[in-house]
């Protein structure tokens, strides 16, 4: 079988998290989400953590040359081999440059980029209805998907909070960063011949169904 090297694009909230660990089950590929990968960097304190806290705060991107270093990296990795699927990276057309730079050398290839749609007013009922625990970051929707307890986390029974940049200042921000930044990629990988349209503005499930529709078609005409 062919190796399966997907990014995932999208705005914020656009459910790339959820089809992303799906995906990692479905096909046993390592998972790498930026977002992830630098809030357990801040968490702890660690030299690019402390660099990357402000911006992030801000809903503003991190430098490219961070999160270009931290990404190069990973898809070096033995556990990368078979592929990997990327979340939240790249998100500039440098990053996107690049990795494809490093695909390169690496003499692989990108096998998708799917860009999960979804619309910004739904964003912001997503991410501003979210709420996160303290404790372990396990993730509740005050409309979706509400603690038993109002507050308190149905798993570990910590205080249920608001992650510093769902904030709507912040999370306007990031749309704007999205909309500015990171939309010019999908243009970019269309040219390349990659690029996947993915409705996001339907539940989970339906959207997981047809990612793995376009990714069996795209196998299927790989070994054709
Ligand atoms: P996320 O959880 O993917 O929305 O990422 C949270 C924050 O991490 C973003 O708002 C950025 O500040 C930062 N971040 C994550 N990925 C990148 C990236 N590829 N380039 C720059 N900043 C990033």
Redesign the pocket.
């Known amino acids: 079988m062919s190796e399966l090297n997907l990014i995932l694009l999208g705005p ?1 909230g656009s459910g ?2 959820t089809q992303g660990e799906r995906l990692q089950e479905d096909f046993r590929l390592p998972y790498y ?4 990968i ?2 357990s960097a801040v968490k702890e304190g660690t030299e690019i953590g402390l660099k ?1 806290k402000e ?2 705060d801000r ?6 040359e ?2 270009i270093e931290i ?1 190069g990296e990973r898809v070096q990795r033995e556990e990368a081999q078979d592929g990997f699927i990327l ?6 057309v440098p ?1 996107s440059e690049a990795l494809g730079k490093e695909m390169e050398d690496l003499e692989r290839k990108l096998s998708a980029a799917l860009l999960i749609e979804v619309s910004d007013e739904e964003v912001v009922r997503r991410l501003g209805g979210r709420r996160t625990c303290a404790a372990n970051g396990h993730v509740f929707h005050i409309e979706f998907n509400p603690p038993k307890e109002e507050g308190v986390c149905d798993l570990d029974g910590s205080e249920l909070l608001v992650r510093d ?1 769902d904030r709507p200042e912040v999370i306007k921000r ?1 749309l704007q ?1 999205f909309h500015e930044k990171t939309s010019p990629l999908a243009a970019y990988y269309d040219e390349k011949g990659i690029l996947q349209h993915v409705d996001g503005d339907r539940p989970p499930d339906v959207v997981a169904d047809e990612i793995r529709g376009t990714l069996a078609t795209i196998r299927r005409e790989e070994e054709i």
């Open positions: 914020p790339k998290g989400a930026t977002g992830d630098l809030r990357a911006y992030m809903g503003d991107l991190v430098p490219d961070v999160i990404i979340d939240g990276f790249p998100r500039t990053q940049d990031r960063q």
